[in-house]
């Protein structure tokens, strides 16, 4: 069972969005250190990661440095609408947003040259 679970967690560090290619390297670190953190499968915010990027969540660098999540709206595999991704973001990020904004601080840190926005 421990052989699976790594091989699936591995597998979801990588980015599942590799399309998008200006954030790919930071969301598959994202990935990865929110599977460290959160080893479990379902209904952790590792899950809602990986959701909203499979839905084309972006990372951006914020005025002040930090980072955000801007969504992709209206395109293939995409939100439809803003008020879809301000829904799941409300719903499964926000809950969380002090447990990965340190995850964020630290990609931030280690991938410097992020587009602002």
């Known amino acids: 069972m421990n052989e699976v679970k790594l091989t699936f967690m591995s597998h979801c560090t990588v980015d599942p969005r590799p399309e998008f290619r200006d954030d790919s390297l930071m969301w598959s670190r994202l990935l990865q250190l929110a599977a460290e953190r959160w080893p479990e499968w379902f209904w ?46 409300d719903a499964y990020l926000e809950p969380h947003a002090k447990a990965i904004a340190p995850l964020l601080s630290r990609v931030r840190t280690e991938f410097r040259k992020a587009p602002v926005g």
């Open 44 to 89: 952790t915010p590792w899950a809602y990661l990986w959701s909203a990027r499979c839905h084309g969540a972006r990372l951006q660098n914020k005025r002040g440095g930090s980072l955000k999540f801007s969504p992709t709206i209206g395109e293939v595999d995409t939100w439809p609408t803003r008020a879809d991704w301000e829904e799941m973001r």
